[in-house]
Each structure stands twice: as C-alpha cells, then as structure tokens.
C-alpha cells in the first residue's frame, strides 16, 4: 500500500501502515510510486482531486479503478476521458448517498465497520478532541492543514 500526503506527513502514513509513503507537493512523485510498481496500482482511492486525481490516475494498472470520494484541494472536475483508454474506471463513493439509495445495504456494512472498530481489527487516529466551544481551532487545524487525523468536536 502506498500513502500519499504532503511532505510533513510521512512518517504519519506510515505509521499508519503504508509499504510507501510519498509527498505530492514534489513534482515528480508519481515517478516514485512508478519505480516502486512499475506496473501500476490495482486501486486508487482519493479525497485530494484536481491534479493529485489526474496524475494518480496515469499511475493505474490496466483494468484499475481510482475511487473519488472528496476534492479536499477543491477540484475534481477535469478529468481527461482519454486517460481512461488504458481500460481505466474511475467511480465515486458518498456516505449520504450509499445510506439513500442503499439503506439496508449502508446499515449492514456500516455495523460491520463497528464490529471491527469494537474487536480492535480497526483503528483511527484522533489528532486532536477539542470542546464545541473551540469549534474555530479546529476550523483552523483543517485550514493550515495541520492535522493528520480526526479533529473530534465534544459537547
Ligand atoms: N464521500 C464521502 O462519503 C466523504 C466522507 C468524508 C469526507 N469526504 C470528503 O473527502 C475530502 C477529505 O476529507 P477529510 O475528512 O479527509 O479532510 P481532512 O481531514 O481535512 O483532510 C484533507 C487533506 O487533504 C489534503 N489536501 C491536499 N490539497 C489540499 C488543499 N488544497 N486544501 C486543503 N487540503 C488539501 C491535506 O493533506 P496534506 O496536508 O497532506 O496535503 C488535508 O489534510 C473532503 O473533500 C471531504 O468533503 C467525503
């Protein structure tokens, strides 16, 4: 498995359990994950969008999928038809709409999350459990994109 995130955060995906951790703000990082596979990725799964989306994308294996599930850097928007010649797919995933058109489905696998949260088979990292008083803090973590992990809000 290889982690993607900005240059202070690689020893955290790591940590986390990446094989490979590489930094995408270095303009030739997806030449490190093509020497690392040269074949390409089975998967692709993404939250940045815009142009970490579009190199990921020509990082992908004949027949890979990249799942788009966020635009955290603001686009997704551009992605070129010609990159998925190559027998590419690319799909998206959302929360809201998995529990709307597949209700019974989201609640089954949502409780079959839990269950291995509740064995230990699962884990998060909390960066930081502020009180909802504090809510600005945390506005400003996600801003100066300071976390790695969860930023909790408590009553
Ligand atoms: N589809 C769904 O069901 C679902 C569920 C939850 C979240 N989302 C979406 O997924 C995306 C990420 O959510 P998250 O909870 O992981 O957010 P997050 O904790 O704030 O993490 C976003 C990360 O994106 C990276 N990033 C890259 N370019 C960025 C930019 N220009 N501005 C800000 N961040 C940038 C940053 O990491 P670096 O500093 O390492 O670059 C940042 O820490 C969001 O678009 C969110 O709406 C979708």
């Given at each position: 498995m290889?982690?993607a995130a900005?240059?202070?955060k690689?020893?955290f995906?790591?940590a986390?359990?990446?094989d490979?951790a590489?930094?995408?703000a270095?303009?030739?990082w997806?030449?490190?994950v ?16 815009g142009?970490?989306?579009r ?5 992908l ?7 788009v599930?966020?635009?955290?850097s603001?686009?997704?928007d ?5 990159s998925?010649?190559?027998l590419r797919t690319?799909?998206?995933?959302n929360l809201?709409?998995?529990r709307r058109f ?12 839990a ?14 459990e502020?009180?909802l008083a504090?809510?600005?803090t ?18």
């Amino acid at each position: 498995m290889i982690g993607a995130a900005s240059g202070g955060k690689l020893e955290f995906v790591q940590a986390v359990g990446a094989d490979l951790a590489v930094d995408y703000a270095v303009p030739d990082w997806p030449e490190r994950v093509r020497a690392a596979v040269p074949a390409g990725v089975d998967v692709v799964l993404d939250a940045v969008g815009g142009e970490v989306l579009r190199q990921s994308l020509g990082l992908l294996a004949p027949f890979g999928r990249a799942v788009v599930y966020g635009a955290a850097s603001g686009g997704a928007d551009e992605i070129p038809v010609s990159s998925l010649f190559a027998l590419r797919t690319v799909t998206g995933f959302n929360l809201t709409a998995w529990r709307r058109f597949a209700p019974d489905r989201a609640r089954a696998e949502m409780a079959e999350v839990a269950a291995l949260f509740a064995g230990g088979r699962l884990r998060t990292s909390v960066h930081a459990e502020l009180p909802l008083a504090e809510a600005a803090t945390a506005h400003k973590l996600m801003e100066e994109r300071a976390h790695t992990g969860r930023l909790l809000l408590r009553p």
